[in-house]
């Protein structure tokens, strides 16, 4: 068992700047590979980033690189996805996942543990 809770979600006009951290507790946190993903109302649930269980391979949506950075940090159990240059499109209940069955995805299923998800509003 994984449980996964994020936090840093909140309101940032256009062109801001926001740092989304996710604490990971139950298994040993290099086991496992994870991600962030959004949805936005009426959206489906899509992928932002992944990284490898070391920490050595990360992953972006299109949209997200350049823009969005993804990181890990063993000692504290945490994974946290910087984002820069948000975008009013860019708001979303965010969500991280982690992965104890394959290596990092952009598929949804693949993901078996789910944080509650943070909300990010962007202002224009």
């Known amino acids: 068992q994984v449980q996964l809770v994020e936090s840093g979600g909140g309101l940032v006009q256009a062109g801001g700047s926001l740092t989304l951290s996710c604490a990971a507790s139950g298994r040993t946190f290099t086991t496992f590979d994870m991600g962030w993903f959004r949805q936005a109302p009426g959206k489906e649930r899509e992928f932002v980033a992944a990284?490898?269980?070391?920490?050595?391979?990360?992953y972006y949506a299109d949209s997200m690189k350049g823009r969005f950075t993804i990181s890990r940090a063993s000692a504290r159990n945490t994974v946290y996805l910087q984002m820069f240059s948000l975008k009013p499109e860019d708001t979303a209940v965010y969500y991280c996942?982690?992965?104890?069955?394959?290596?990092?995805?952009?598929?949804?299923?693949?993901?078996?543990?789910w944080g509650q998800g943070t909300q990010v509003t962007v202002s224009s």
């Open positions: 990284i490898s269980r070391s920490g050595g391979g990360t």
């Open positions: 996942a982690a992965t104890t069955k394959t290596d990092w995805s952009t598929w949804r299923y693949d993901y078996d543990y």
